[in-house]
């Protein structure tokens, strides 16, 4: 019995196939078999999915020029904004002064209308 990915659900074919066909390549590699064609169409047969023929080769080349798929998978804390703010500061927090918000004064350009 196939279950659905609600991950492919709201996508349209193109999106779909381009999430299947990095998935499948993400597979490969992480199974330690070659990106190639016949392995990612083996893959995406095996997953119940379909894509256009032109979509393995296209993903075929972009592996092999980078050579591999690590730069397309950054290490875990690589990259990212920070992270959220902690809690309340408690009494610093509330003992911490406000700062005066600054007006900025507009300059005036003439436009030579007038």
């Known amino acids: 019995k196939k279950v659905p990915m609600a991950a492919l659900e709201g996508l349209n074919e193109h999106e779909k196939s381009e999430?299947?066909?990095?998935?499948?390549?993400?597979?490969?590699?992480d199974s330690g078999v070659?990106?190639?064609?016949?392995?990612?169409?083996?893959?995406?047969?095996?997953?119940?999915?379909?894509?256009?023929?032109?979509?393995?080769?296209?993903?075929?080349?972009?592996?092999?020029?980078?050579?591999?798929v690590d730069k397309f998978c950054k290490p875990p804390g690589a990259g990212g904004g920070g992270g959220g703010g902690g809690g309340g500061g408690g009494v610093a927090a509330a003992a911490a002064p406000?700062?005066?918000?600054?007006?900025?004064?507009?300059?005036?350009i003439d436009m030579g209308g007038g």
């Open 34 to 68: 070659d990106v190639n064609d016949d392995n990612l169409k083996a893959v995406i047969k095996a997953s119940g999915n379909k894509v256009a023929d032109f979509w393995t080769p296209v993903f075929v080349s972009t592996v092999a020029k980078a050579e591999g």
């Open 19 to 29: 999430l299947v066909c990095s998935l499948s390549a993400l597979l490969c590699a």
């Open 98 to 108: 406000e700062a005066a918000p600054v007006e900025e004064e507009e300059e005036e």
